[in-house]
């Protein structure tokens, strides 16, 4: 419609009455997406909006029907109880949250570290069979981890990596190392290799060539390969409740999971844990927003 | 300076591709020497393999006297200018030019010298203080150039560094290059798919073709007596007319009738082609002496010139280049005769020249 509108009035003067007609259709149209986008937003919203509610709530403003939205006494108590025991000392929650920045952190650097050079290697060179190869590396991620985790259980418990944070370190990044690989050989095909022969034509070794070239190119498309990889360790429950089984090993997926279950449940405590639980990765991707959102589209597009 | 001597190449990748089967090449000191071929026939690989990027499975390289078969690109002592420019992007400039020299460790003063040289050379003044991704597709070619230069290699090395330019900047660039090569006299192995640059550029042309060289000449001997088929149909735009012919009373005479002045020394008992430029032939009023009859199939007005496709009777039609005065229009009953002189001639089953 738009194009026919523009044939008729590319020399009259008509073109003065449509703009008008087509931004009130736009003004009809946006008012209807707002709605529906605001509408959306309150329902995905709610549950968090309500947890970091719960987490300032004394425990009987937590409990009262009906419940209270606005007019309950702020208290941080709870926060309080996520980072110390009743008695004093550091609490076993903040313990986990420490293993879970250890676990996490870690395996995400090993698998940047291990990842990278061999996206570089599969997108640089010509390698035997490296279909195949790159398949079988991806097939790695086929199975839900709920599938392996048992024979994991047993293997760790026959090597004493059961219960350990090594454990859940390497499994973490036996996972984040193909994702790795795979996002990342898409970020090095978009670097041209160029940058390299001249490199190594003005006296360089292959290996500093990556180094000094190629890798300052990749910085954005590893940032968002890192964050990827490090919200997957983060978040990871699955292995951490079966890998695990005491206070001082576990992460805090397991840890918060662990706070319900008994006969009475301190809703205050689960929800100020996580809070405390969503806020890294939260502050983590806003800081390097600007990577991610460059990074995920150069690597989505295609020459 | 120096020459290059490429013996036995054989590149063969892990994956089974052969990118190189044999390549033999003998480049002379100083000479601006072009590979040409259709993309895929190892004309890249050898000139990687040349500079050091690729390791050739089998076969010897030597610059000057030097075996370089296992040294690293840096110590071939040579320059290579690619394609995608290749400007390392953080650096301005002035820096990409001074970046190999000062790889190599030359003092200060030295490098501001040369790096001043260069580019009044490629006359980069005012793009000095620049980075690559504010210079046009031209420019950053050039700085690309400066950038061989400065380091004043053995050999220049080119892979297609015009193909990303539009027209009207590669005819400049093309003679830019020429200048300067002519100027500087250093060897150039320049690798185009383009036959223009081939030709106008090349002191020698090499075509290659399915990793094997087919011929090497200079522009006109490729020209006149391409040495296969292939090279046949390669050069020339329009291509050469390939046309079947038998030897009968000494004379070359095609299906329909056409004579071709023959060749000295023909094989008789075998099947033939003539390979006849557009431009040996000659369309005519109808009737005229010595022609065949034909009909104009279409024609390709160019301005300075016009190109009839004429039937002849023949497997196929045949291109004929004409003056632009010379009209006749589409579907026109004409003549058709030959007025170059001796055409190569091609064995069908070998595809190689035999007279």
């Known amino acids: ?303 | 300076m120096a020459g290059i001597e490429v013996t036995a190449l054989h590149k063969r990748y892990p994956d089974g591709t052969v990118a190189v089967d044999h390549v033999d090449l003998s480049i002379g000191d100083g000479e601006l020497f072009v590979m040409l071929g259709p993309s895929g026939c190892g004309k890249t690989t050898t000139l990687r393999a040349i500079a050091g990027l690729e390791r050739q499975t089998t076969g010897d390289i030597r610059i000057g006297d030097t075996l370089v078969n296992d040294l690293p690109p840096a110590e071939r002592d040579i320059a290579m200018v690619f394609q995608f420019y290749a400007l390392y992007p953080h650096l301005r400039t002035r820096d990409n030019l001074a970046f190999p020299l000062r790889a190599e460790g030359l003092p200060k003063p030295e490098v501001h010298e040369r790096v001043e040289e260069a580019a009044r050379l490629m006359r980069l003044g005012p793009l000095l203080d620049r980075r690559p991704h504010r210079l046009s597709g031209g420019e950053q070619q050039r700085v690309a150039l400066a950038r061989a230069l400065v380091r004043r290699p053995r050999a220049f090395l080119m892979d297609e560094p015009l193909t990303n330019l539009d027209a009207e900047l590669r005819a400049d660039m093309r003679t830019e290059i020429k200048h300067l090569q002519g100027e500087l006299g250093t060897t150039m192995v320049y690798v185009t798919h383009d036959q223009v640059e081939a030709m106008s550029l090349g002191h020698r042309i090499a075509i290659l073709n399915k990793g094997r060289v087919e011929q090497i000449g200079t522009p006109l001997e490729v020209y006149d007596r391409p040495a296969s088929l292939f090279c046949a149909a390669f050069i020339g735009s329009p291509p050469m007319n390939l046309i079947e012919v038998e030897v009968a009373d000494g004379k070359l005479r095609s299906q329909s009738g056409l004579v071709l002045t023959p060749p000295p020394s023909l094989p008789r008992d075998r099947c033939l082609v003539a390979g006849v430029r557009p431009e040996a032939l000659e369309v005519t009023e109808p009737g005229a002496e010595r022609s065949v009859p034909a009909r104009v199939v279409s024609a390709e007005w160019l301005g300075d010139e016009i190109i009839y496709v004429v039937d002849h009777g023949g497997q196929r039609d045949v291109r004929v280049r004409m003056p632009p005065t010379v009209r006749f229009a589409a579907d026109a009953p004409v003549g058709l005769r030959h007025t170059g002189g001796p055409p190569p001639v091609y064995d069908v089953s070998t595809e190689e020249l035999v007279a």
Do not use: C
């Open chain 1, 1 to 303: 419609m738009g194009v026919s509108v523009d044939e008729t009035v590319s020399t009259g003067p008509v073109r003065d009455h449509t703009p008008p007609a087509r931004r009130l259709g736009g003004r009809g149209r946006s008012v209807l997406e707002v709605a529906l986008l605001t509408a959306l937003a309150v329902v995905m919203l709610f549950p968090v909006l309500w947890m970091i509610e719960t987490s300032i709530k004394e425990n009987r403003d937590v409990y009262a029907i009906p419940a209270k939205f606005f007019d309950f006494k702020v208290t941080m108590d709870h926060f309080k109880d996520v980072f110390f025991a009743s008695g004093g000392g550091r609490s076993a929650l903040s313990v986990s949250f420490l293993n879970s920045v250890v676990v996490a952190g870690v395996s995400t650097v090993l698998a940047t570290v291990l990842g990278v050079p061999a996206a570089w290697a599969y997108s640089r060179f010509a390698v035997k069979a490296k279909k195949d190869q790159l398949f079988f590396i991806l097939s790695t991620r086929f199975m839900p981890p709920v599938v392996v985790v048992i024979p994991i259980f047993l293997m760790y418990r026959q090597v004493g990596l059961f219960d350990t944070k090594l454990g859940l370190i390497l499994i973490y990044t036996a996972f984040n190392v193909p994702f790795t690989i795979w996002m990342m050989k898409g970020f090095v095909d978009e670097v041209p290799a160029e940058y390299e022969d001249a490199a190594m034509l003005d006296g360089y070794t292959r290996l500093q060539a990556f180094w000094r070239f190629t890798l300052p190119l990749l910085v954005p498309g590893i940032a968002a390969t890192a964050v990827f990889a490090l919200i997957f360790s983060w978040n990871e429950f699955v292995f951490a409740i079966f890998l695990t089984s005491s206070d001082t090993v576990r992460t805090a997926p397991p840890a918060i999971a662990g706070l319900i279950g008994g006969t009475t449940v301190d809703w205050g405590l689960v929800a100020a844990a996580s809070v405390v639980f969503a806020l890294p990765v939260l502050v983590f991707a806003y800081l390097v927003r600007k990577h991610l959102v460059a990074g995920v589209t150069l690597g989505a597009v295609r020459r």
